[in-house]
């Protein structure tokens, strides 16, 4: 699809049959990616492999000690993920405007901060709470490119800020999904005390791919975040960045210099 550079992710996370990481950390390298972001349990062979191999490291993490801990491990940059991310938050419910500036005060390397960016407003906010970018998902998801199908994309946008649910919370392994009848489902044998495996069939990734392919957003569980509230269109992708750069440099100069007495 492109000639440009591009990165990939590789994200650790506890399975009943574990992916083959090690054969996905190969196949990264032999085919030249340049950068990739870790997330999840233990990253520190897969980063060793990778700066062996000369590919840029971005670690996600959702916690300071885990930040930190990636930095001593060597990564190249951290990206912090809030509570209002989608995906999976972890377990300490710390919001991104706390734990960005948290972050920033103790991380060196360049840091992101990810969770609940999708406009102008969220990027000048990043960056005042000292993040030097910001990682988007959900947003991304809601774009023209995006190799999801259409239906799922409109579901998105008709949602709101409400329209999550957390699964897995009671397994320590929180995921912030679409809210639909498959996730309510889920939450609902979960919370009367099932294991894991009462709810497996519901939540495996095989289902959910297949909602997002087909454009049955009742089909399986599928990952978005509280940013939904603030998405009302399908863009093209770089119609949305020239929109997030321009809104952003709109507000710095004519809303926060005017705010600066003289």
């Not at 103790?106 to 906010?125: E, I, N």
Request: hydrophobic content about 45%; overall charge negative; charged content about 25%.
């Amino acid at each position: 699809m492109t000639d440009k550079p591009f990165g990939v992710n590789l994200t650790i996370l506890p399975a009943i049959n574990p992916p083959p990481y090690a054969e996905y950390r190969a196949a990264i390298i032999e085919s030249g990616i340049k950068a990739v972001e870790t997330a999840g349990y233990k990253p520190q062979e897969h980063v060793d492999a990778f700066k062996v191999a000369g590919v840029k490291v971005i670690h996600k993490c959702t916690a300071v000690r885990h930040a930190l801990s990636a930095e001593r491990m060597g990564v190249d940059a951290i990206s912090i993920d809030g509570f209002e991310c989608a995906g999976h938050p972890g377990e300490d419910d710390i919001p991104g405007l706390i734990l960005i500036p948290t972050a920033a005060d103790k991380v060196t390397v360049p840091m992101l901060a990810s969770g609940g960016f999708g406009d102008g407003r969220g990027l000048v906010a990043a960056l005042a709470l000292g993040a030097d970018g910001i990682n988007m998902g959900t947003r991304f998801c809601a774009t023209r490119e995006a190799p999801i199908h259409d239906n799922i994309k409109q579901a998105i946008v008709a949602n709101d800020e409400r329209a999550t649910e957390l699964l897995f919370r009671s397994y320590r392994n929180t995921a912030c999904v679409a809210k639909n009848s498959i996730a309510m489902e889920a939450v609902r044998i979960e919370r009367s005390g099932e294991p894991f495996e009462a709810i497996a069939h519901l939540v495996k990734g095989a289902r959910g791919r297949e909602g997002l392919l087909s454009g049955d957003p009742e089909r399986g569980i599928w990952t978005a975040g509280m940013i939904q509230g603030l998405i009302h269109d399908i863009p093209s992708v770089a119609e949305l960045i020239d929109r997030i750069v321009g809104d952003a440099e709109a507000l710095i100069r004519q809303r926060l210099n005017g705010l600066i007495a003289v």
